[in-house]
């Protein structure tokens, strides 16, 4: 299964259990990526890190090896225009 | 603080509580201390008749579990665990109206851990401009809370609020808190700050993960619920959401968005470095001309208590108030940039560079500033909410080369390096400054990544960040942040910076040789006063004195008791009495040279008596005082020595503790000392100097 880095900016995912339940993966829960949220990846930092994404009107940075940890599959919803 | 019932307001990172907290307490704001934390918490009254009610605007947080130094100290005046005297009577719920599921999440667990609460509604005039619609009613009917709109920037609103607080606040504090829940504790455990909450761990075993994970999801569905109950939203995109998409394709390009930045913290640069020169001279010239008028008012043959007044409470008091402007210029920026979201987007950009040292994004300001002064740089660091991370980057900051060491490079540059040909067709002196600038920046991240990784060994931070839309800042409440940390600087800080420069002129004028002192009044008494060069002679009289004065005080001989410890960095005692000197301020070592030299007092770098007495400087035996290579062993020595009180004056402040300034000055002296040693050494060894 991808995961959430490998997705491009545009493309909206639902995000799976991440492998990892740490400090990080609490503070983005907390913010709304949890297991089974749909997320657009909104952009990438200069040099590809870090990831934007957008859940629920709230932007939140993350670096890609957090990313690395969710894995994500396309939403039905697709792309957003 | 006060007998007055407290309320605190809670909420996320830019939930609109400073607009609120603002709007109901007006001007009578303080920042107050608290023992056993190092951040500001503001506090402020609501008076109405006989009844006052104490508000406190406490740092953001996004949960009851706190991942940061700040966040805790929200968490445990909510739980009331932070002080005695701070246990809130009330609190209430900052939410803003236009993200609100996420900030329901605070709600869900205020109830979860059964705290009562009343909830506050920001940003309730955007939510309704977008077309949004939310039941108020409903929100409070579901949670079982008193729920009032209260947008800051609405005073019918906020005059209501301020009406419900006082008749609903009561007079005993809530009770304790029950933190013993597992759930709550697994996610204080995964969250990491568990100390400060001061809840049991879970046991080990328990998969605290497994059971936080549960938590949260509970929780983040239970928000859900509330809001798809009571909001209702138009299907197109809000207009804030889309204007901030607008400038975020702009201001997170990779390739324009760093430029936009360069731009703009270009013009920070620039108002902290050029723009604050004039206040500042004018600050020196205000204080200065009523110390002259002031001392007219000490009888003439009373020169001890001038001297006193003069150079020691009046410049105190300047040296004082000289970082005000600064400090406000930075701070109302700062604010500017905060509260419209653009600080967040720095962190953005600049995580790449930042996360190798091992820092947050955030530690770029506190750099970027300190280049113009540690001082106000040093207090921009509560940015930063990791308090390991935070001291590291307090004690590297005066690494970075500050403007008032300019005037010395500036002065070695045109005494020693004058002749010197240039090296590829640049100036050597060009070569010199751009060498002590690189030294500065490459030793602050150097020494900022040891101390991450052993005295103040913590991970580097994890980039999770949200970046807020974008908002129009309030000019006002800017104004009031500057104005805050002036008089909070002044408070702290000044106190200490006043009292080390009557330490320093005591230095400077004990003991007195009043035979000498009886002498030049003889002397003077004896000038000709019809000749035209009198003022000139009576002048070189007086300068020949002021030298002979400050080699007999107690500073010029600590500069002679210093000499065989700074002779192997190339330097004399002189330069001991300027180094000294310079404790005060880095560019008072210009104006000490110009007193030890007898040229009186006011010299500055541009003096061309200065740089004359300076080359011709010999040794007994007839060697050259300044070659270049005491020249560059003294720049590197700028460079990295802590020669200033009001930097270590602010760490004091900022660290709540005598022990980080006195390693502070510790380290950077030894760590100057050591590098002018191998400069010069190895300088001789090759064959320079
Ligand atoms: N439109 C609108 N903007 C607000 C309101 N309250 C605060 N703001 C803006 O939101 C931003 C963050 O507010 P602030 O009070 O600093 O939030 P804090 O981080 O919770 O203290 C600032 O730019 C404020 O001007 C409000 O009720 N309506």
């Known amino acids: ?81 | 603080m006060t007998s007055a019932p407290t309320v605190v307001l809670l909420g996320n990172p830019n939930a609109g509580k400073t607009t609120l907290f603002n709007a109901l307490t007006g001007l009578r704001a303080k920042v107050g201390n608290y023992p056993g934390i190092t951040m500001d918490v503001r506090a402020g009254d609501i008076v109405a008749g006989d009844q006052r009610v104490q508000v406190i605007d406490l740092p953001g947080t996004y949960s009851l579990a706190p991942h940061s130094d700040d966040e805790a100290v929200a968490v445990r005046v909510v739980l009331g665990r932070l002080a005695p005297h701070l246990v809130p009577h009330h609190i209430v719920l900052v939410l803003d109206a236009t993200h609100l599921e996420r900030h329901l999440y605070l709600a869900a667990q205020l109830e979860r851990l059964q705290i009562p609460y009343t909830v506050a509604l920001t940003m309730t005039d955007t939510l309704d401009a977008e077309g949004g619609r939310l039941d108020v009613a409903g929100l409070a009917q579901v949670l079982g809370r008193p729920v009032y709109r209260a947008s800051g920037n609405n005073p019918d609103e906020v005059q209501a609020f301020r009406q419900r607080l006082l008749d609903d606040v009561r007079d005993e504090p809530l009770p304790a808190v029950d933190v013993t829940p597992l759930w709550y504790r697994a996610l204080v455990e995964v969250a990491g700050a568990g100390d400060a909450v001061g809840s049991d761990r879970p046991g080990p075993d328990v998969d605290a993960a497994a059971v936080a994970k549960d938590a949260v999801d509970g929780l983040a569905r239970r928000a859900t619920e509330i809001a798809d109950q009571v909001l209702t939203m138009p299907d197109e995109r809000p207009r804030s959401e889309r204007r901030t998409d607008a400038i975020d394709r702009v201001m997170l390009h990779p390739v324009a968005g760093p430029m936009v930045f360069v731009v703009l913290f270009g013009l920070l640069f620039q108002a902290l470095f050029t723009w604050a020169a004039p206040l500042m001279d004018g600050i020196d010239l205000v204080v200065g001309g009523l110390g002259e008028l002031l001392v007219g008012y000490i009888p003439d043959d009373m020169p001890l208590s001038k001297s006193l007044f003069l150079d020691g409470v009046v410049s105190g008091v300047g040296n004082v108030l000289v970082f005000v402007p600064q400090i406000a210029i930075l701070f109302l920026a700062l604010s500017l940039l905060e509260d419209s979201g653009l600080l967040a987007r720095v962190a953005f950009l600049l995580d790449r560079v930042m996360s190798r040292v091992g820092l947050h994004g955030r530690a770029f300001v506190p750099f970027l500033s300190g280049f113009a002064c540690a001082v106000p740089a040093i207090m921009a660091t509560r940015a930063i909410s990791s308090h390991k991370d935070r001291l590291t980057t307090i004690m590297v900051t005066p690494l970075i080369s500050c403007s008032a060491r300019l005037p010395v490079y500036t002065l070695i540059i045109a005494t020693v390096f004058a002749t010197a040909e240039p090296v590829l067709g640049i100036n050597v002196g060009t070569w010199i400054l751009f060498g002590a600038y690189g030294l500065s920046v490459g030793a602050a991240l150097a020494i900022a990544f040891v101390f991450k990784r052993t005295l103040l060994k913590s991970p580097v931070p994890s980039l999770v960040l949200e970046l807020p839309v974008y908002r129009r800042p309030r000019l006002g409440q800017a104004a009031k942040t500057a104005a805050e940390k002036s008089f909070a600087f002044l408070r702290d800080a000044g106190t200490i910076i006043f009292a080390i420069t009557l330490v320093l002129w005591a230095l400077f004028t004990f003991p007195r040789d009043d035979a000498a002192q009886a002498q030049l009044q003889a002397d003077v008494a004896a000038l000709d006063k019809t000749a035209e060069d009198a003022e000139e002679r009576e002048q070189a009289l007086r300068s020949a004195h002021a030298a002979h004065a400050l080699d007999h005080s107690v500073a010029g001989r600590l500069g002679h008791a210093l000499e065989p410890v700074l002779s192997p960095l190339g330097f004399d005692w002189k330069i001991g009495v300027g180094v000294i000197a310079s404790f005060a301020a880095r560019e008072v070592f210009v104006s000490t040279m110009g007193l030890v030299y007898g040229l009186g007092d006011g010299t500055d770098e541009e003096s061309v008596s200065l740089k004359h007495a300076i080359q011709n400087d010999t040794y007994p035996n007839g060697e050259k005082v300044y070659t270049p290579l005491t020249g560059l062993s003294l720049i590197v020595f700028f460079v990295l020595a802590m020669q200033c009180m009001s930097t270590l004056a602010a760490t004091r402040r900022e660290t709540r503790s005598y022990r980080w300034p006195v390693f502070q000055f510790a380290y950077m002296t030894a760590l100057a000392y050591v590098a002018s040693l191998i400069t010069f050494q190895v300088g001789r060894l090759l064959g320079f100097g």
């Open chain 1, 1 to 81: 299964m991808k995961t959430l880095n490998e997705y491009l900016p545009g493309q909206k995912v639902i995000l799976g259990r991440p492998a990892l339940f740490d400090e990080v993966a609490l503070r983005l829960a907390e913010l709304g990526l949890c297991e089974g949220a749909t997320v657009t990846i909104t952009r990438r930092g200069p040099l590809g890190d870090p990831l934007e994404v957008e859940v629920k009107t709230t932007r939140i940075c993350l670096r890609a090896e957090k990313a690395r940890q969710y894995p994500a599959d396309l939403s039905p919803a697709g792309v957003r225009p």
